[in-house]
């Protein structure tokens, strides 16, 4: 499943509402933006992933490694 240029493994569940809306998680949201910005800018995906590494940023998966 491809959602929004990010890759989402099928078995991973996205957090839901009582409605079936997804939940925004605004932290993980300003993540996604300064990503998305960055790569407008010119930043190669591995120099971007390098910072978010240096920052202590973790994946979705919760894993340090980029």
């Given at each position: 499943?491809?959602i ?9 569940r ?11 998680d605004p ?9 998305y ?16 590494e240096a ?7 919760g894993?340090?490694?980029?």
């Amino acid at each position: 499943m491809l959602i929004v240029g990010i890759k989402i493994k099928k078995k991973q569940r996205l957090p839901k509402d009582d409605e079936g809306n997804l939940i925004i998680d605004p932290e993980q949201a300003e993540v996604v933006k300064c990503i998305y910005r960055e790569y407008l800018e010119g930043y190669s995906m591995d120099k971007i992933a390098k910072g978010l590494e240096a920052d202590g940023i973790l994946t979705g998966a919760g894993k340090t490694k980029w």
